[in-house]
């Protein structure tokens, strides 16, 4: 489904090998959380991709970076804390995709985007197929 709905958006987009059941269970357990069934089913089909200017991370990006935001000193002394989001991606210029996580769960499939420049968490889109979507078709700007 997801490497046909990519291909629809962009011919040209390549294809990472699927993610181990294993590495989709090391985000779960690193971050103690239930990953949203599209987000699992898209990294079991591709393990990340670059398309139509939206960069979605593999499963190992998706633990560092997450890791990084969480825990770097600079980020601590000028954003807001990064734990109430589970970031997947980036738009390639510092603004990153992600779920909000409220509760400790993510308890909704709604997907924000955080803004590098003045820290705001805003939403974007209702689910992860139709972010890909209105992204690839210019309905969301940022």
């Known amino acids: 489904m997801?490497?046909?709905?990519?291909?629809?958006?962009?011919?040209?987009?390549?294809?990472?090998?699927?993610?181990?059941?294993?590495?989709?269970?090391?985000?779960?357990?690193?971050?103690?959380?239930?990953?949203?069934?599209?987000l699992i089913n898209f990294l079991k089909e591709t393990n990340g991709?670059?398309?139509?200017?939206?960069?979605?991370?593999?499963?190992?990006?998706?633990?560092?970076?997450?890791?990084?935001?969480r825990t770097d000193e600079i980020f601590k002394d000028t954003y807001m804390p990064f734990d109430c989001l589970l970031f997947f991606g980036d738009a390639g210029n510092g603004d990153l995709f992600g779920f909000?996580?409220?509760?400790?769960?993510?308890?909704?499939?709604?997907?924000?985007?955080?803004?590098?420049e003045d820290d705001s968490r805003t939403w974007i889109a209702p689910y992860f197929e139709e972010f890909l979507v209105w992204w690839s078709e210019g309905t969301i700007s940022i």
């Open 100 to 116: 909000s996580i409220v509760n400790g769960d993510i308890q909704s499939n709604n997907i924000f985007v955080w803004n590098h």
């Open 49 to 69: 991709i670059d398309v139509a200017g939206v960069r979605i991370w593999s499963a190992k990006e998706i633990i560092e970076e997450n890791v990084d935001r």
């Open 2 to 38: 997801w490497k046909e709905l990519l291909k629809n958006i962009s011919e040209e987009a390549e294809f990472n090998e699927p993610a181990t059941q294993n590495q989709i269970e090391e985000i779960q357990a690193k971050f103690n959380i239930q990953l949203p069934n599209e």
